[in-house]
């Protein structure tokens, strides 16, 4: 096995154990690596070197074909380094819409490949939008200890790379944060959720005005949506319908995160026991975006009780959105 191969192999050892343990044959997978990528090095490094120079001597052209090397084998790690960063943001994606279908074990399969594929990326926003997922995962399945412990583990992956870290890195790190304190919410941990919460809204405030992370939608704006799922998760009425009176029409960029706010914002008035104006709000957040609302498990909620046990002035409006949605009720 090459050197490549072997510093492959050993980084598997320590930061992927659980998958490495599960290969076959793990010398010939990473001896194979290894070949593959000397030759691709091999081959730039052939290319960038080019031909000999008429009146160079021995120690020049050494030197020459040193430098290509050197350059070679950094621009091929370093692709490949890119490549994995990709490879893990698509599956990302994947895990999207793998979390409104009725597939769990490929969920869980496509999370942790995702995690394995950014951590062999070494690329720190691949790292903790992984660890997102992963930990959201886990707590939509009800495992809000391990939920947790995917979230500190990422966090402390993430901690030495903070200092000076680009803005795009501290959102991810604020997105992790208020993970922990959605987590703890759920848990019934309501100063938890709270204080975790307010690190995260620090590192929101300390970000350019106009930043805002596609994936996690963490941002500035979307501090006073992420208050509100919290005063919610922690049962907590009234504060849940002073969070929606002030959240109401937040200018989310994201017509679908908008959407999903707006679910939110419903789901405490629901709380609150203002149905009239949750069921509004719902209807909202179907006009604002239709297939979040048609895939969301609260909205369903909330719209069957509306429209199956709620005030009777409220049922015929309750069932033409529910139809609307394509719920049968």
Do not use: C
């Not at 993430?158 to 959102?171: C, S, T």
């Not at 005063?231 to 009176?245: D, I, K, L, P, T």
Request: hydrophobic letters at 45%; glycine letters at 8%.
């Amino acid at each position: 096995m090459n050197r490549y191969g072997a510093m492959a192999q050993r980084y598997w050892q320590q930061w992927l154990p659980e998958q490495y343990a599960s290969m076959t044959d793990p010398d010939g997978f990473f001896s194979a690596l290894g070949e593959e990528v000397a030759r691709q090095i091999d081959e730039l490094a052939d290319e960038l070197a080019g031909t000999d120079r008429l009146g160079d001597g021995y120690l020049a052209q050494v030197g020459r074909l040193m430098a290509a090397r050197a350059q070679a084998e950094e621009v091929v790690l370093r692709e490949q380094r890119r490549a994995h960063a990709i490879l893990a943001e698509t599956y990302n994606l994947a895990q999207f819409f793998l979390a409104y279908q009725p597939a769990a074990d490929l969920l869980w399969r496509v999370a942790e490949r995702a995690i394995a594929t950014a951590q062999e990326s070494d690329e720190p926003y691949a790292i903790g939008a992984s660890v997102w997922l992963l930990a959201q995962a886990h707590r939509d399945a009800g495992e809000f200890e391990v939920a947790e412990d995917v979230n500190r583990q990422g966090l402390e992956l993430l901690r030495p790379r903070m200092d000076d870290a680009p803005a795009r890195l501290r959102g991810i790190w604020g997105a992790l944060l208020f993970e922990v304190a959605y987590t703890a919410a759920r848990a019934g941990e309501r100063g938890r959720a709270w204080g975790y919460w307010d690190q995260a809204n620090d590192v929101a405030q300390r970000l350019p005005a106009a930043f805002y992370d596609p994936m996690t939608s963490f941002s500035r704006i979307i501090m006073g949506a992420h208050a509100m799922t919290v005063a919610v998760e922690s049962r907590q009425g009234g504060e849940s319908r002073r969070q929606a009176r002030r959240t109401a029409h937040l200018a989310i960029p994201s017509q679908p995160r908008r959407g999903r706010h707006l679910i939110e914002v419903a789901r405490g008035y629901h709380l609150a026991n203002d149905l009239k104006t949750a069921l509004g709000t719902l209807d909202s957040a179907y006009k604002t975006a239709p297939e979040t609302i048609r895939y969301n498990g609260y909205a369903r909620k909330i719209l069957f009780e509306l429209a199956t046990e709620g005030p009777a002035d409220l049922r015929r409006d309750a069932n033409g959105l529910a139809d609307r949605i394509g719920m049968l009720v």
